[in-house]
């Protein structure tokens, strides 16, 4: 199904394409020339042109398809420009390409024009949105116009491995001598997890949910004052970001994290180390059996 903001954005160049080819009423609009012309799909042609004619721009005859309505001089100023018509929020944009690249339909290097014919966005939003997945570190930019992906946990196994590691690295580092409580830390991290608790994990994003989550773990390892052992922790969850957007499209075991999470960080406020380590390698591997499967 197309997404809506692109054949919204769509409308804008297909006015456009008429006023350049200075068409008039009752020509024929054919989808497979829009979708030549415009270098996209037939399938958002299709929900562009209807959008149009809800505009009164245009007409569909059964079996015939579209035709103008108005000529080139008698067009609406429906926007001044595609990304004017896009909405603000990039997250639609942003999971179809991590989803794409999870399901191996985008290589390890593409330039920026691909990914722009390939998601209709101009190259300003583009650009916001792939120096956001930077940031992530899961992209990196090459000379010239071209980006190349970063490894990623994307198999079952490189997954297990990851949780394999987690497991025995967080325990430890709350058992560490140099474990100390932080304060402002551990109220702001019981603060977030409660907030999605009260029915915040229904309107997070799944970017928001995985941060909540990472942040969480990091937190409680930083803690440790072993910096070793922090970077090593960062890297899973570096590589494993985008099997947990897949995964977290269903959010039923997201109340039992959280609650098990205040849990942890009240075994720590009262000195209980030992049963916290215990605990959260329960907790660890427990989403580990409910996770793992699904990739």
């Known amino acids: 199904m197309p997404r809506p903001n692109l054949a919204a954005q769509l409308t ?22 829009l979708a030549d012309a415009l270098r996209v799909s037939r399938a958002p042609i299709g929900a562009a042109l209807q959008m149009l004619e809800d505009m009164k721009v245009v007409r569909s005859e059964p079996n015939r398809g579209f035709f103008l309505v108005k000529g080139a001089d008698e067009l609406p100023d429906v926007a001044a420009s595609a990304e004017a018509m896009e909405p603000e929020n990039e997250d639609e944009w942003y999971f179809a390409i991590a989803e794409d690249r999870l399901a191996g339909k985008l290589p390890d290097r593409v330039s920026e024009n691909e990914l722009i014919r390939r998601y209709g966005l101009s190259r300003t939003r583009l650009l916001k949105i792939l120096t956001k997945i930077a940031e992530e570190g899961w992209i990196e930019r090459l000379p010239g116009n071209g980006w190349a992906f970063g490894q990623l946990l994307t198999s079952k196994e490189s997954y297990q491995h990851g949780y394999q590691l987690r497991v025995a690295l967080e325990p430890q580092a709350v058992l560490l001598p140099g474990f100390q409580i932080d304060r402002a830390a551990f109220a702001a ?60 499209v269903d959010r039923s075991r997201l109340p039992l994290q959280c609650r098990e999470h205040i849990n942890i960080l009240t075994l720590l406020e009262k000195g209980l180390r030992q049963e916290a380590a215990d605990f959260l390698r329960v907790h660890i591997e427990g989403a580990g059996l409910i996770k793992i499967p699904q990739v």
């Open 189 to 248: 991290a019981r603060e977030k997890q409660q907030w999605l608790l009260d029915g915040g994990y229904k309107r997070a994003s799944r970017s928001e949910i995985f941060a909540a989550n990472s942040e969480f773990h990091e937190m409680l390892v930083g803690c440790s004052g072993n910096p070793f052992f922090l970077d090593a922790l960062k890297r899973v969850n570096r590589l494993r970001r985008l099997v947990e957007y897949h995964i977290t």
């Open 12 to 33: 804008s160049r297909i006015l456009d394409y008429i006023r350049a080819n200075d068409l008039q009423p009752d020509q024929h609009l054919p989808s497979q020339t």
